[in-house]
């Protein structure tokens, strides 16, 4: 008598079902951190074009012009804050810190926080 060999048809269903899961949850969340590494540029860019003397109208005007060239609708220029930085007199930092939720399976949600900051004034790293 032959043993048998290979995978029966429930662990191939299984298998097929822990793929459509893994496939969906990239589908979703790749769009998220896609929009945040375009954020964290605009933030750079920003930064860079800016100094502690700007004043909060005139970056949040840059923000803006950068949101609609990058069509980022779901953030708005109130997101983003000029805070001062710790430990250094007069300068001061562009920084975004936001929250996405985003449905998964059901009732189940992905809640996703992004924040970054960025001095003003200082050239970008890349």
């Not at 079902?17 to 860019?45: C, H, N, Q, W």
């Not at 930064?47 to 069509?71: F, H, P, T």
């Not at 980022?72 to 220029?77: A, E, K, Q, R, V």
């Amino acid at each position: 008598m032959r043993k048998q060999k290979g995978a029966t048809f429930l662990t191939w269903v299984a298998g097929v079902g822990v793929v459509i899961f893994a496939f969906i949850t990239v589908v979703k969340l790749v769009p998220l951190y896609m929009e945040f590494y375009t954020v964290r540029s605009l933030v750079d860019r920003v930064a860079q074009e800016s100094s502690s003397k700007s004043s909060l109208q005139q970056i949040r005007r840059k923000v803006d012009d950068y949101m609609n060239v990058n069509g980022l609708n779901s953030l708005s220029s109130k997101d983003f804050q000029v805070v001062p930085v710790e430990g250094k007199n007069n300068v001061k930092a562009l920084e975004i810190y936001y929250e996405v939720r985003k449905p998964w399976v059901a009732n189940i949600d992905f809640l996703m926080t992004f924040e970054y900051s960025k001095e003003l004034g200082v050239a970008s790293d890349t």
